[in-house]
């Protein structure tokens, strides 16, 4: 159980495009899901809580204009990346949550990441 | 400023030997901790946590860690490795009560000898 997929898993795009990385959880819903971002040999970032019906919240240094996060249902989370440039070139981790306290015992569950590449 | 180190970026081991990954943290107070085993194109998996109580927690796949507030520590170990434990292990730190923002080390890449 507690299944999160991430569409694409790969995702190469032109330079002043947008993408649309979308999160789901397959067999439970998720109160919060979460957004990192990871860069080689690096740990994960997070970037941005969303909960269900409310708006995202960034981390300090995320721009909130570039990187959308829409989290419209209990199962799906989506972050658009818009404008891209090379430099947002980095593999994207979402996970969900089903607690509803948003504290650290609630665990949380990854996709599998969407390593985008832009051109 | 809050951090997690894994010091080790790359560990190799025989199958059968005995493994031991480190993780040492900086944070103002005690912090919950987390053990992730990241596999190729899967999610990160939880493998163990500490909130509180008995230091030496049980996980699965037959891992375990020992929480050691004097060092600052959360090292996972595992008696017998196998093949199929070669993975990426992340070691990731969250405010014991607070706000659900896990803070990640950079990961620890395990390979494993036959």
């Known amino acids: 159980g507690a299944v999160v997929s991430q569409h694409p898993s790969r995702v190469i795009c032109k330079s002043g495009t947008s993408v649309k990385i979308e999160c789901r959880s397959l067999?439970?819903?998720?109160?919060?899901m979460f957004w990192y971002r990871q860069f080689p040999k690096q740990s994960l970032m997070l970037m941005a809580t969303?909960?269900?019906?409310?708006?995202?919240?960034?981390e300090q240094g995320v721009e909130k204009d570039k990187f959308l996060i829409n989290h419209a249902s209990l199962t799906l989370s989506t972050l658009t990346v818009t404008s891209a440039h090379p430099e947002d070139s980095s593999f994207y981790i979402c996970?969900?949550?089903?607690?509803?306290?948003?504290?650290?015992?609630?665990?949380?569950?990854f996709g599998p990441g969407t390593r985008l590449t832009v051109l | 400023a809050q951090s997690v180190t894994q010091p080790d970026i790359h560990i190799t081991v025989s199958e059968g030997a005995s493994l031991e990954l480190r993780c040492n943290y900086s944070?103002?107070?005690?912090?919950?901790l987390f053990w992730y085993v990241q596999s190729p194109g899967q999610g990160l998996q939880l493998l163990l946590k500490?909130?509180?109580?008995?230091?030496l927690v049980q996980g699965i796949k037959g891992f375990e860690a020992e929480f050691k507030r004097s060092q600052s520590s959360f090292n996972l170990r595992k008696p017998s490795v196998h093949w199929s434990d070669a993975a990426e292990y992340f070691c990731?730190?969250?405010?014991?009560?607070?706000?659900?923002?896990?803070?990640f080390g950079a990961g620890t890449r395990l390979a494993v000898h036959p």
């Open positions: 990731a730190v969250g405010p014991s009560g607070g706000y659900n923002k896990l803070i």
């Open positions: 996970s969900a949550s089903s607690g509803f306290s948003g504290l650290s015992t609630d665990t949380q569950y």
């Open positions: 500490y909130f509180s109580g008995d230091t």
């Open positions: 067999d439970f819903q998720a109160t919060t």
């Open positions: 944070y103002g107070a005690t912090p919950y």
């Open positions: 969303s909960n269900e019906g409310s708006k995202a919240t960034y």
